[in-house]
């Protein structure tokens, strides 16, 4: 089930850990987050083996594991899993599992995180495995797509592309968009079964071409309110529903509106792409991450008095009766091409993860008003040009006990 975080919330971790991937380096990097001070420093040896092109993370912090994908488009691709000391976040490798190409996201679900849902994009596949044991990865189902025929888009709706797995508020139901087939795929995974099973689809609008999906609920008990929000990459759109759950069948969505990534009456320039998507902790805010755009200058990061260009993330404040979205800032991403980015537990701070500069970018974030500050750190990761960091992921380790 989803928590809520109250806005005054404890004190900090004491530490706080990011892990992020690169292709370029084909490398999973640990960085100490160190606020006080403000700096992003790189913690022992990177990893390379997670595989050619390492992408998402999906961390189990109860459990401390993290699994990496490796989508594979120079080699084999696979899961990687790793243990992460709760005293320093250094990885240790515990599995590697060959798997289809082009794994893109992953969610865990099932009693004490044991099953891992995987969207495939390429391959057009959804498939789960059991990480009850984290050194024995096993693949327990899997569900190919076919399309009949293009899409609106047929350049990139020639097949269904699974690009993102998202675990529902109640933990039954893993939804995954397809930007290929303008679907939102729905499966259930609760129960004694192995692995999900196809339960419906839900229609997008023609052409939008999903991409990831964030799940808020607004209120408690019986006056709790469920929405979805889909980031569509090829219309550069959020579409909004409204989600009800009736006894053990699948959730019902009905959309409720659909507008430009930057709020209705708004565009963006040709060659924007739509890439993360975010809920805020307290279920307040929704977040984007917009590429191409090139739109603020920023301060450079060399110590230069010059500006480079940056894409933006966008913030949006959600009606809690309505759902409805309400344009709060359009803030800078720290660079170009914010594939990825997450927020810490308690949603006041922001790492952004900027594939074409090898950055990767700490921010300030309010929790009240929901708007992004000042930058806190940042680090170079990847070498070489383009396809460098694609996501990074918050660790927070346990606060040290004072005497």
């Not at 679900?109 to 044991?114: E, I």
């Not at 789960?128 to 025929?149: C, E, H, R």
């Not at 019986?222 to 529903?241: C, I, P, Q, R």
């Not at 603020?296 to 309505?322: E, H, Q, R, Y």
Request: hydrophobic share 40%.
């Amino acid at each position: 089930m989803i928590k809520r975080l109250l806005l005054l919330a404890p004190a900090a971790a004491s530490a706080q850990i990011i892990y992020a991937t690169s292709y370029n380096n084909h490398a999973l990097t640990t960085l100490n987050l160190d606020v006080a001070k403000g700096s992003l420093a790189k913690v022992g040896a990177e990893k390379t083996d997670c595989g050619s092109e390492p992408t998402w993370l999906t961390l189990d912090a109860a459990n401390s594991v993290l699994y990496c994908l490796n989508e594979g488009w120079g080699g084999a691709a696979s899961i990687t899993s790793y243990k992460a000391s709760a005293a320093s976040g250094a990885l240790e490798t515990l599995d590697i599992l060959p798997v289809l190409k082009s794994p893109v996201s992953a969610t865990l679900f099932g009693a004490n995180n044991s099953r891992l849902a995987v969207a495939y994009y390429d391959t057009s596949s959804f498939g789960t495995f059991s990480v009850s044991n984290p050194k024995d990865l096993i693949l327990l189902g899997q569900q190919n797509y076919t399309l009949a025929s293009p899409g609106p888009v047929p350049d990139r709706q020639d097949a269904p592309h699974l690009h993102d797995a998202v675990l529902d508020p109640t933990g039954k139901f893993v939804l995954v968009p397809d930007l290929g087939s303008d679907l939102l795929r729905l499966f259930k995974v609760d129960g004694s079964a192995l692995a999900a099973s196809a339960a419906g689809v839900v229609k997008t609008p023609a052409g939008a071409g999903p991409r990831h999906a964030a799940f808020a609920v607004s209120g408690r008990g019986a006056n709790a309110k469920t929405y979805l929000y889909s980031f569509n990459e090829l219309s550069n759109s959020v579409t909004g529903y409204s989600v009800v759950y009736k006894g053990d069948g699948a959730p019902e969505f009905t959309q409720l509106f659909d507008i430009p990534s930057h709020g209705p009456g708004t565009s963006v320039p040709a060659g924007t792409k739509a890439a993360e998507i975010e809920v805020s902790p307290d279920q307040r805010f929704v977040i984007l991450s917009s590429r191409g755009e090139n739109i603020l200058d920023i301060p450079a990061f060399d110590g230069s008095n010059s500006t480079i260009k940056s894409d933006p993330l966008v913030t949006f404040s959600i009606d809690a009766a309505t759902g409805k979205l309400t344009l709060v800032q359009v803030a800078p991403a720290g660079g170009r091409n914010p594939r990825g980015f997450s927020l810490n537990k308690r949603g006041d701070l922001l790492v952004s993860a900027l594939q074409d500069d090898n950055r990767v970018v700490v921010y300030q974030r309010d929790v009240r008003s929901g708007k992004l500050g000042k930058v806190v750190a940042s680090a170079t990761v990847g070498e070489g040009a383009n396809n460098g960091p694609n996501y990074a992921l918050f660790y927070e380790l346990p606060e040290k006990k004072r005497c």
